[in-house]
């Protein structure tokens, strides 16, 4: 594109037009420039000024041609068909490319050199520091669970940090850029800010030292409100309506408003958080809060909805906020819940009521901890059975809303996974060790700071059985399917899925391959965040290779098989087992889901005249009846496919068909 000096005819005009510049030799202008389009500018340093030949067409139909009016601009470069317009103090030291709109804003500008908030520490889980986690444009949830929660590693921690800051000061700049189809509208400072493309920026209060990755397939939107410091935002986030961010990573495709406030926070991929506060917390993805009453402070969580008045304490008066804690993958806590920090909760649970004690349930998967006077009662494994676990387990692949190219975080939604199997297996030694050492006549069982109904303990074993089953019989369909029904090939074909498996918050991987990672970071045969996440990427590619081996293994232990002489008859047997697992499971959510339809549902339908007569019509038309409710139709079909899956392995095993 050429560019060329005003001529004394051009800049004579542009004086006529209201225009001024500390030195009119240090502006360049584009050969098609119309200069009618420039007007009531002040131009300092070095600037630069494309063509103006399109308008846009705004909301509400009215169009505005491109141009400059009323702003002062210092050492900026204007791409082609921009609109800048009513700055009220003053742009300064920015790149604004192509197609780029710009109103009714106070100040924008790059002082000194910048890294636009990469590089920024971030304090998780411990407000005094200790697990800080160093954000950047390329942050993953499982590159920041290494650093935050492998402290012990401090080898580890020192090459993850210097990768790190190698990508910050390879962003670092004396330069700011609003890059191509970018909106800026009503918006008060921006300082130290990068724009990606077709970001759009609407009635922001202050953003300062901080990226917005914006794409033009999957866009971000800031709104009215808004305050970001030291910040990074990807592709596809809304952050809008006052919200206010200290210190903050968001993640892919999340939605952050209604005035929430948050400082010190990592969130990840398709989390939601409105009206409430977050400090200090490691929100993994589909991390949801919506209610005003609500903290989340010192925790990590991930699929994790939290209810009305959720609250947390990380310390004790005593040396600070020093304690943290975790709800594992899929918790959720009821409306006015408390858990006293440091505390552990498994994966899948719910938690109801004050909880003191410190409880550490972590291998007690799909649990119900309530609250009685005082004391914390588990109810091992009832979650399996409960429609919400599985709906939210449906809903959570349907809620990705990440543009399919270029996801940062790997997800696995998979409810029923050797990290939670491996936990329910020890779930359920436990409670059949409990049996044992206190009698199966005992009415309730001490487990840690809590306890155990005779019943519940009885329940869970069933639960935790049937889970099994129905995982090891899923595993081993598949891979019959997937071996044509060639028993000789039943072998796992690697060993790299033994041994325990780990949540990096949303990727499932065994924890040998994570281990190796680690070594081959530490000892530098890994050196970039790109083969990192490539090497992240390759685990879960693998997942379902990786599973069956270590499912091979617990199908051996759990029922007891000669690994090297496994029958037609085993097989034939755990098949029985699983279509009875899954048809039993099935059956327990299709009782829950009736609740939903019973009487007591139907209390407040039917307000006027004859309630008794009214509140079934009202119920059906608002609600539908049960037999044709979706979820109810789900189930019902399951049980016949998974039966007639079953019948159908059965049959050629048994009669040598394969």
């Not at 030195?23 to 420039?33: A, F, V």
Request: one cysteine or more; aromatic letters at 8%; glycine letters at 8%.
């Amino acid at each position: 594109m050429a560019y060329r000096k005003l001529t004394d005819k051009e800049i004579e005009q542009l004086e006529n037009q209201g225009c001024t510049a500390q030195d009119w030799e240090r502006i360049s202008i584009n050969e098609k420039l119309q200069l009618k389009y420039v007007r009531e500018a002040h131009f300092s340093g070095e600037c630069t000024i494309g063509t103006f030949e399109k308008s846009f067409t705004l909301a509400g139909g009215i169009q505005k041609h491109s141009g400059v009016n009323h702003a002062t601009l210092h050492n900026v470069t204007i791409g082609d068909n921009c609109y800048i317009e009513n700055i009220k103090n003053y742009i300064a030291n920015y790149d604004i490319e192509n197609d780029c709109f710009i109103e009714n804003c106070d100040t924008i500008l790059v002082d000194g050199v910048t890294t636009f908030g990469n590089g920024t520490e971030v304090a998780v889980l411990n407000e005094t520091g200790g697990r800080e986690v160093t954000i950047h444009n390329k942050l993953t949830a499982h590159e920041a669970y290494m650093v935050a929660m492998y402290r012990h590693r401090s080898q580890l921690i020192s090459r993850l940090k210097e990768m790190a800051d190698e990508y910050a000061k390879s962003q670092a700049s004396d330069r700011g850029r609003i890059s191509e189809h970018s909106l800026i509208v009503d918006t008060g400072y921006i300082k130290n800010v990068y724009v990606g493309p077709y970001t759009k920026i609407e009635g922001a209060g202050r953003l300062k030292n901080g990226s917005i990755m914006s794409r033009e397939e999957s866009i971000v939107h800031i709104g009215y409100g808004v305050i970001a410091d030291d910040f990074i935002i990807q592709d596809g986030s809304t952050v809008e309506d006052c919200t206010t961010l200290t210190r903050c990573y968001v993640g892919q495709s999340c939605a952050m408003g209604h005035s929430y406030s948050a400082s010190d926070s990592l969130f990840f991929c398709n989390c939601q958080e409105e009206n409430g506060e977050a400090c200090a917390i490691f929100a993994g993805p589909f991390t949801v809060t919506h209610h005003k009453s609500t903290l989340l402070i010192a925790g990590m969580f991930s699929f994790m909805n939290a209810g009305s008045g959720s609250n947390q304490s990380n310390h004790m008066y005593k040396l600070g906020p020093i304690h943290q804690g975790a709800l594992e993958r899929g918790a959720k806590t009821s409306s006015d819940s408390y858990i006293l920090w440091p505390a552990r909760i498994g994966a899948f649970s719910l938690v109801m009521g004050r909880h003191t004690t410190n409880p550490d349930t972590s291998k007690m998967p799909f649990s119900y901890l309530i609250e009685k006077k005082g004391v914390t009662y588990i109810a091992p494994a009832v979650n399996l059975r409960s429609v919400g676990t599985i709906r939210d387990a449906q809903k959570w692949p349907k809620r990705d809303k990440r543009c399919p190219n270029g996801r940062l975080d790997m997800i696995n939604f998979n409810l029923l996974s050797p990290y939670t199997i491996d936990k329910m297996v020890r779930g359920l030694s436990i409670l059949q060790e409990l049996k044992k050492l206190s009698g199966a006549t005992s009415d309730t069982y001490a487990y840690q700071s809590a306890r155990i109904t005779s019943s519940s303990l009885n329940k869970g074993e069933v639960l935790y059985k049937m889970a099994i089953s129905k995982f090891l019989g899923n595993s081993l369909i598949s891979r019959l399917e997937n071996i044509n029904g060639n028993i000789d090939r039943l072998k796992p074909e690697t060993n790299d899925g033994a041994g325990d498996w780990l949540d990096l918050s949303g990727l499932i991987a065994p924890h040998a391959l994570v281990s190796k990672l680690m070594d081959d970071i530490e000892n530098k045969t890994i050196n970039s965040l790109e083969s990192i996440n490539a090497r992240l990427a390759a685990m879960h590619n693998a997942y379902y290779e990786l599973e069956w081996t270590w499912a091979y293994q617990l199908m051996v232990e759990y029922y007891h098989l000669d690994e090297e002489n496994i029958t037609k008859e085993d097989l034939i047997n755990i098949i029985r087992e699983w279509k009875k697992a899954v048809v039993g499971l099935d059956e327990m959510l299709y009782d829950d889901a009736r609740k939903e339809f019973s009487m007591t549902a139907r209390t407040g339908f039917g307000f006027d005249g004859q309630a008794s007569k009214t509140a079934k019509k009202d119920f059906e038309q608002v609600r539908g009846d049960f037999e044709s409710n979706t979820f109810v139709s789900a189930v019902k079909e399951h049980i016949q496919n998974k039966t007639e899956l079953a019948d159908r392995w059965l049959l050629k095993l048994s009669d040598n068909t394969l």
